[in-house]
């Protein structure tokens, strides 16, 4: 996988654990389910949302959460840890729409940006392991300029539109999938 490839990879990574993080919660509000998604998202507790995920989809939305594993298929001899601490997730404008709700269902819609804010020195020092790991150049200059371009590419921000389904079970206002618009 050439930089562009990898820098792709971790993007496309970061915005299918956004899309999906957008989902679900134990509140007693379905609206307000989904605001605690995205705040779990934003503070980087990805390892909560299996907990929060109906008893259906639980496999599912833990998968899609493991950005350790995403990221080591995308991008092997990547440190996910190291990489999710050398970025700051925003959601910044976000809007949220309940579309459906009965007793037992719901249907909430998000939209807004996700933007991403990357500790250049962290990265740097990441993206070094990361490109020699897969035989790529990792000299400073090379390393200097992936990393620029993935501040660059982040910061433009990424859009998000998705419909999440809600479901009451135990109580609780819980996440049993999205649907990404298209």
């Known amino acids: 996988m ?4 990898a820098r792709r990879a971790l993007l496309a990574a970061l915005v299918v654990v956004a899309l999906a993080a ?7 509000d379905p609206t ?7 705040n779990l998202v934003e503070t980087k507790q990805f390892s909560k949302v299996a907990d929060i995920a109906c008893a ?9 959460f493991d950005l350790g594993s995403t990221l080591a298929t995308a991008l092997p001899g990547v440190d996910a840890a190291g ?5 700051i997730i925003k959601f910044d404008p976000v809007a949220y729409k309940e579309l459906e709700k009965s ?3 719901a249907k909430v819609q998000v939209s807004g940006t996700m933007t991403v804010t990357v500790d250049k020195v962290k ?5 070094k392991k990361v490109l020699a790991a897969q035989g790529m150049p990792a000299d400073d200059a090379t390393v200097g300029l992936v990393v620029d371009q ?5 910061a433009q921000g990424q859009p998000l539109d998705s419909t999440v389904d809600l479901v009451h079970e135990n109580g609780k206002w819980l996440v049993c999938g999205v649907t990404e618009a298209g």
């Open 2 to 5: 050439g930089i562009n490839g």
């Open 83 to 87: 990489i999710t601490d050398a970025m």
């Open 103 to 105: 007793a037992d269902k």
């Open 56 to 64: 259906a989809q639980k496999e599912e939305v833990a998968q899609k």
């Open 150 to 154: 993935m501040v660059t590419e982040f």
């Open 32 to 38: 307000a389910a989904v605001k605690d998604m995205v």
């Open 22 to 28: 957008c989902s679900g919660g134990t509140s007693g």
């Open 123 to 127: 990265m740097t020092d990441l993206m």
